[in-house]
């Protein structure tokens, strides 16, 4: 049934896109029209988005209950607010009256998720619900949702496209794919047009090297190695070497934190521009290894980097990389500053700028 729902989701997509906005060659993101409200836009994707957003000279108002999120990060208008605050959500719609929303805010760690998948069904679902109610209360239509790959569970094939059945494996990946069927809900329902996007991993950091990663606890790769550069750890650990890849480490496919933002903004503006329901992933298609990513940081950083070799963790599958080429027929977009090279050099600025983070 998921199968089939998401094949669903490729007619209406291509049907509801191409013919208005002529996809398949790349062009500059559409004009787009504010105020945007940006749901957990002090967290590392989303602060990068609302960037972008002012870049282009859009309106934008933050709602982040900081809990994860850095005031640091936000230049726009803040709301310091909780998505569970249903009467704080509708002041927060009256008072801004935004056109559209941008929705970031999520809990992010698989293992968290296993061990207490409570959280997660209460800060993934029911605040998401609680999102799509002030939503429709307000007449506001337009949402771009940060989901995930997770959503997919174990790929039944690679490279990893949206063919592939949605079969999360975890509390995380399920609750991600909760909000989609909700959107899709709610878009049959009260006219909902949306965007469900399934980000590979996310890295990198502003080039001005202002803006970047801090996560407590840290867990993704690049940060942490970048940690051991700046003698904060000891080593980095590499959980197994025995996988059926060129060097036996897990592979994964990097996409840089701009490129992340840059798609975002384009499919705003195709669902402002009238596109009822977009699905995509948002990868390269090119993957790096955990020893691949060690040795190009050696070189970024001129850091030897000790590693040790700890066992595999549970669950990590060999290899997920993202295939197909829906976001560039959707959306026009195709990731710029993506090479590893340029994602570390990057994220090492932001992290030589920002030792131990943002400071508040």
Known sequence: MQATTDGGHALCIIGSVMAENSAGSENEVGDLKGPILVVGGAGYIGSH???ALEEKGVPV???DDLSTGHREAVKAPLVQASLSDRAGLAEVFAEWAPRSVMHFAARCYVGESVTD?????RENVINAWNLLEAMREADC????FSSTCATYGIPTALPLTEENPQVPVNPYGRT???M???MEDYANAYGLRYAALRYF?????ANAGDLGEHHDPETHLIPLVLQVALGQRDEISVFGDDYPTPDGTCVRDYIHIVDLADAHLRALSRLQAGAQILACNLGTGDGYSVREVIDAARRVTGHPIPERMAGRRPGDPPELVSGGTRAFEL????PQHSDLNDILADAWRFHRAHPHGYSD
């Open 49 to 51: 988005t609302v960037r």
């Open 331 to 334: 959306l026009g977009w195709r």
């Open 180 to 182: 989609e069927h909700m």
């Open 61 to 63: 108002v933050v709602l």
């Open 201 to 205: 991993n996310a890295a990198g950091a």
């Open 176 to 178: 991600k794919l909760h």
């Open 141 to 144: 239509r337009e949402l771009v």
């Open 117 to 121: 998948p409570s959280i997660y069904y």
